[in-house]
């Protein structure tokens, strides 16, 4: 494996430390395109009429996108989107909870975890609380709950069958004590410095707590929680942050992350939502685009959809496409889908195997057995709200939607390479 490989899989462990939450992420990925050289704005402010490189976060999303100069009014724009959510359990309202002398954490399953892959981890809780005022506290409370197993002396058949209850096998353990006593909010929001009295409302998440990992013969592999979809999202970072300012005005570079692609995109700062129309709204007014200029530029732009998707699995090879079988470590994939479950069809097939050669990467496809259904991503949804030409791409792992997934070390730099390429920086 390459040290730059290496490197940057080292970088995403941190980038995914960095990010227990939708909010955390979205706010790391501000903060190192800030020190880029980006500059934050507010959806509330005016914005700037000159070039430059910008970013603005609503909520567990954030859009960043660079002008270059000489840019026109039908100049189109290239976007690379992800999204900053990943599977688990959120905390519910009422959320201490217990008995038997344990205090356990009342939580709700967000989208479609592996439950058994939770169980003996130490878990974070994390996201964002809303004070009586109305700011917003990100929050992270390190290791502090768990899902313990039940010991298989006590369950002789634990390897014959397992399922868990969603509602009474899923509510993870934070301390021993009285629940009159405890009160887990006021526990997280001490973490936070904020006095639990004044936090109105809530948004908080678990999340693995155990760092990325390397491993593997030759650093083949790497491990951590959230690759769904975090891998793509520092893809995209890491290429936005080394856009130059010689960059050419055929087109807009943008990096343009999502919340709450696992539970169906549906909200304000999901792709389902205004959030990145408005932005290509405000962008366009900045270069006086009228109404039909604004239709050219759409008309004239690509976007790019990152989302991790499933590598052959050697102990189930049969749920897996008999010819077309992607593997970690052979380079990110191009996903496919007869029923547009995917966005890609042959024109931008060409588009990301061109970008791919000039990156210098090999691309691996993707389709699914016709016996297996298969996911959707924000291709399709990006492509229905504005009509832009969407292709699906990403990296093949194995343990999709588990607390750690599996990914080839390689593949994440490459992914890099190639949003670098098709940013043109």
Same mark, same amino acid.
């Given at each position: ?45 005016? #914005? ?16 960043? #996108?660079?002008?270059?100069? *000489? ?46 892959? #939770? ?57 021993? *004590? ?46 951590? *929680? ?14 936005? +942050? ?28 999901? +792709? ?78 060409? +588009? #990301? ?53 599996? +990914? ?18």
């Amino acid at each position: 494996m390459t040290s730059a490989a290496i490197t940057h899989a080292e970088d995403l462990a941190a980038f995914v430390d960095a990010s227990p939450s939708s909010y955390h992420a979205a706010a790391e990925v501000a903060r190192r395109l800030e020190d880029a050289g980006f500059t934050a704005l507010l959806e509330t402010d005016a #914005w700037p009429q000159t070039p430059g490189r910008y970013l603005v976060v609503r909520e567990g999303a954030v859009i960043a #996108w660079a002008v270059p100069a *000489g840019a026109s009014p039908t100049t189109p724009v290239r976007i690379f989107g992800a999204h900053s959510d990943s599977p688990g359990f959120k905390l519910k309202p009422q959320p201490t909870t217990g008995r038997l002398g344990w205090l356990q954490a009342g939580v709700e399953v967000y989208g479609g975890p592996l439950l058994n892959s #939770w169980l003996d981890r130490e878990l974070r809780l994390a996201g964002r609380l809303v004070l009586d005022d109305g700011t917003v506290v990100l929050a992270d409370s390190g290791p502090l709950l768990r899902l313990p197993q039940l010991a298989i002396h006590l369950d002789r058949q634990a390897n014959e069958r397992f399922a868990l209850d969603k509602q009474t096998q899923t509510q993870p353990v934070w301390g021993v *004590g009285a629940t009159e006593s405890a009160d887990l909010l006021a526990e997280l929001s001490a973490t936070a410095g904020v006095d639990a009295s004044r936090v109105r409302g809530y948004d908080l998440v678990t999340a693995d707590s155990a760092r990325g990992a390397v491993f593997g013969k030759d650093d083949v592999f790497f491990a951590a *929680g959230r690759l769904d979809d975090l891998a793509s999202v520092h893809a995209g970072t890491v290429a936005m +942050a080394r856009i130059g300012d010689d960059l050419s005005a055929d087109h807009i570079p943008m990096l343009a992350v999502f919340d709450h692609e696992e539970v169906g995109s549906a909200t304000r700062s999901g +792709a389902g939502g205004p959030f990145l129309e408005e932005v290509l709204e405000r962008i366009g007014l900045a270069l006086g685009a009228d109404r039909g200029e604004r239709l050219q530029a759409l008309a004239s732009s690509w976007c790019v959809s990152s989302d991790v998707g499933h590598s052959v699995h050697p102990n189930y090879p049969e749920k897996h496409d008999p010819q077309v079988r992607p593997v970690l470590g052979s380079g990110p994939i191009l996903k496919l889908n007869a029923n547009q479950r995917y966005a890609s069809d042959g024109v931008g097939s060409a +588009a #990301w195997r061109g970008w791919c050669a000039e990156a210098g990467v090999t691309s691996q496809d993707f389709v699914s057995n016709n016996t297996v259904p298969c996911g959707s991503t924000i291709g399709p949804i990006t492509a229905t709200r504005l009509g832009i030409r969407t292709v699906d791409v990403g990296i093949p792992i194995l343990s999709m939607h588990s607390a750690r997934e599996l +990914a080839g070390t390689s593949d994440l730099l490459d992914l890099s390479r190639v949003a670098q390429s098709y940013f043109g920086g």
